[in-house]
């Protein structure tokens, strides 16, 4: 089931977007605010984000750039805000797509399949599923991961963050990234608090040296 997450203050607008969703086999989360879509986005893993700009405690440019330090997962805005450089704003922080409201629920719809059917057609980069080291092996298209002779397990949100910050350096770091790359360290490095392979880029994020 492909998930959305709904970031929207409008009760009446929420409404409208689960039913229409559920209805053509969505599952569905919505936040009224920024801090509870970062919340639910790190906690549920959805498949595609619509978001509004205009939220009650931060501006929703600011939610795109906390999703964008560790996901590339499909945004879709939603606004009534129409000037061309609000637009540009939301595009550059990383949404993929914008649009105006008052907006056609069919034409929405459309968008929505066509970023996801985008992302799953996106195959991983060639070479980039096995990373072997001196101290542990990581398969990220059989999310498998060995340490030593022993399995380790982790949980949806470690994979995801390994998938999209494998050779990859994120900005805009946020608490809960943080929290997730260091319960990654340690679980994989011998020395957690002196990583050897899960490294931090000061100023841009984090990086995978093998």
């Given at each position: 089931?492909?998930?959305?997450?709904?970031?929207?203050?409008?009760?009446?607008?929420?409404?409208?977007?689960?039913?229409?969703?559920?209805?053509?086999?969505?599952?569905?989360?919505?936040?009224?605010?920024?801090?509870?879509?970062?919340?639910?986005?790190?906690?549920?893993?959805?498949?595609?984000?619509?978001?509004?700009?205009?939220?009650?405690?931060?501006?929703?440019?600011d939610?795109?750039?906390?999703?964008?330090?560790?996901?590339?997962v499909?945004?879709?805005?939603?606004?009534?805000?129409?000037a061309?450089?609000?637009?540009?704003?939301?595009?550059?922080?990383?949404?993929?797509?914008?649009?105006?409201?008052?907006?056609?629920?069919?034409?929405?719809?459309?968008?929505?399949?066509?970023?996801?059917?985008?992302?799953e057609?996106?195959?991983?980069?060639?070479g980039?599923?096995?990373?072997?080291?001196?101290?542990?092996?990581?398969d990220?298209?059989?999310?498998?991961?060995?340490?030593?002779?022993?399995?380790?397990?982790?949980?949806?949100?470690?994979?995801h963050?390994?998938?999209?910050?494998?050779?990859?350096?994120?900005?805009?770091?946020?608490?809960?990234?943080?929290?997730?790359?260091?319960?990654l360290?340690?679980?994989?490095?011998?020395?957690p608090?002196?990583?050897?392979?899960?490294?931090?880029?000061?100023?841009?994020?984090y990086?995978?040296?093998?």
């Amino acid at each position: 089931m492909t998930r959305v997450l709904v970031v929207e203050d409008d009760p009446q607008l929420v409404r409208a977007l689960v039913i229409n969703l559920q209805a053509r086999q969505y599952g569905v989360d919505a936040a009224p605010d920024g801090t509870t879509a970062l919340r639910l986005a790190a906690a549920r893993q959805p498949d595609v984000v619509l978001l509004d700009l205009g939220l009650p405690d931060m501006d929703g440019v600011d939610v795109i750039k906390g999703l964008r330090a560790w996901t590339r997962v499909p945004i879709l805005v939603l606004s009534a805000r129409q000037a061309s450089d609000e637009k540009v704003a939301a595009l550059d922080a990383g949404a993929d797509d914008y649009v105006t409201k008052p907006f056609s629920m069919n034409e929405l719809l459309a968008r929505l399949r066509a970023a996801v059917r985008r992302t799953e057609e996106a195959p991983l980069a060639p070479g980039a599923t096995l990373v072997e080291t001196a101290d542990f092996t990581i398969d990220l298209l059989a999310k498998k991961a060995v340490r030593g002779d022993h399995d380790v397990r982790l949980t949806p949100t470690e994979w995801h963050l390994l998938q999209e910050v494998w050779g990859v350096s994120q900005s805009n770091k946020t608490n809960y990234l943080r929290v997730y790359m260091a319960q990654l360290r340690r679980k994989l490095e011998t020395d957690p608090a002196h990583p050897r392979y899960l490294i931090t880029e000061p100023g841009m994020g984090y990086r995978f040296e093998g």
